[in-house]
């Protein structure tokens, strides 16, 4: 039987993961990784953190060194972005008109920032950050310091990047729609403790307000919000979320709804293509619903699970949302999800004030996520506690004597 060719479109975490996977296994046909951007495959995280601020290099974020991919006979095609899917053909049409036949196929497209739409738009020095390249920029307009940045949108990007623009020595100030930062993704009460942080550290902050539009000639001044304030601006950074690239699988007719529709062993309504990281929507064996999770660990673990799926392996992508973040002296690991109206009641052990705590979110009891603050080797114990739909003795839950592990 001739070998098989697989083919990979989207060259970042979940599409690498996915090549190294097929090898580990064994798999011995082909492997083409296709990726849009020009750089190799690398991790997004230090874009807003260490790379940002200086303290990690280009180098550092890559998840192969460049020789792993011909000693793994990884065809990886840089610059070169899938156009369309002929599933009948069974082939992958590139930009430069290659048409790349494929026995399975792994849709790793991820996600893009989503964009304002609003008057000035178009200004310079209105920055989204997504890639390296956009970091490299981004941190040339940081870095020298003393310049007054304003960030649309207070969440999980917005608050990085508002950490490293005043950690440079920047005027600071964020505009967030919803009444806290991060709202939609940790509720109110841990909102709170995120913006008590920025304001520490000098950072103005603005809630119930949105962008109307952006004044400038050329070079943006000035922001204008949706209350009809005027905030003087020489560098704008816009986290208002992102899309999942799902272009290619619109077109090529497969089910699509916030995400490409995948089951718990991320394969898509056509058989022979799969769907993993950012742009998949999937069912969640554990949480009992369907998510598309935009997390590194989802990526890299997604990415994985997905290969194994190509080769016929009977696996499904079980992992609980896992998130983490670094802000000033904040440092925390998230596990779950813990969006209002996913928990009616917040606990926690330890000092919050003293940013060194374990925040548990229950549900009728039930641990649905934590978050561990400045508090470190729990993570393994937080997931068992939720993945057990444990319904812990909240007493002995807030007791740090109280070993994790017991009641996990
Ligand atoms: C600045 C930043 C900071 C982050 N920090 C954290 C963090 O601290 N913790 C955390 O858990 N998560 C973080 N994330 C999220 C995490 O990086 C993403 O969840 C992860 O990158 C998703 O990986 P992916 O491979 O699914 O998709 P992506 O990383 O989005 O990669 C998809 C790739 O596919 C390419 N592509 C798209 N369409 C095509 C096409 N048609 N043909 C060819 N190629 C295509 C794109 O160009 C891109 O290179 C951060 C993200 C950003 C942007």
Request: hydrophobic content about 45%; overall charge negative; some cysteine.
């Amino acid at each position: 039987m001739p070998l098989e060719t697989f083919v990979i479109v989207g060259a970042s975490l979940a599409g690498a993961k996915a090549a190294e996977t097929l090898r580990q296994e064994g798999f011995e046909g082909r492997v083409v990784l296709v990726g849009e951007e020009v750089e190799r495959p690398y991790e997004r995280p230090p874009l807003s953190k260490g790379f940002l601020l200086g303290n990690d290099s280009r180098e550092s974020a890559h998840v192969h060194s460049a020789e792993w991919y011909e000693a793994h006979r990884v065809e990886l095609r840089v610059g070169t972005a899938a156009t369309s899917l002929d599933r009948a053909a069974h082939e992958a049409v590139l930009a430069s008109g290659e048409r790349l036949r494929y026995d399975r196929l792994l849709l790793a497209t991820g996600a893009s920032p989503r964009r304002l739409a609003v008057p000035g738009a178009k200004l310079q020095g209105i920055h989204y950050l997504r890639t390296l390249q956009d970091a490299a920029v981004l941190r040339e307009a940081l870095s020298p310091g003393g310049r007054r940045v304003v960030v649309a949108g207070a969440g999980w990007i917005g608050l990085e990047t508002a950490a490293a623009a005043r950690t440079y020595g920047n005027d600071v100030t964020v505009i967030e729609p919803d009444p806290c930062p991060l709202h939609r993704h940790v509720g109110p009460e841990i909102g709170g403790v995120f913006a008590d942080l920025h304001r520490r550290h000098g950072v103005n902050l603005r809630f119930d307000q949105g962008v109307a539009g952006f004044w400038g000639a050329g070079q943006v001044s000035a922001v204008v919000t949706s209350g009809g304030a005027e905030i003087p601006a020489d560098v704008v950074i816009v986290g208002i979320g992102a899309r999942p690239n799902t272009d290619l699988a619109d077109d090529a007719g497969l089910e699509v709804s916030d995400g490409v529709l995948v089951d718990a062993s991320l394969r898509t309504s056509d058989p022979d293509i799969y769907a993993a990281g950012d742009v998949a929507a999937f069912y969640h064996p554990v949480l009992g619903r369907r998510v598309r999770v935009e997390h590194w660990a989802n990526a890299l673990d997604g990415g994985q699970v997905a290969a194994r799926a190509m080769l016929g392996q009977d696996v499904v992508h079980s992992s609980l949302p896992y998130f983490f973040t670094d802000q000033y002296e904040l440092s925390m690991e998230m596990s779950g999800l813990a969006s209002p109206g996913d928990y009616d009641e917040i606990v926690y052990r330890g000092e919050v004030d003293s940013l060194e705590f374990i925040a548990f979110w229950l549900d009728a009891g039930r641990v649905v996520a934590a978050m561990n603050v400045n508090v470190w080797d729990v993570t393994d114990d937080l997931r068992r506690l939720i993945a057990g739909a444990v319904r812990p003795d909240p007493a002995r839950l807030t007791d740090p004597k109280t070993p994790l592990a017991e009641l996990a």
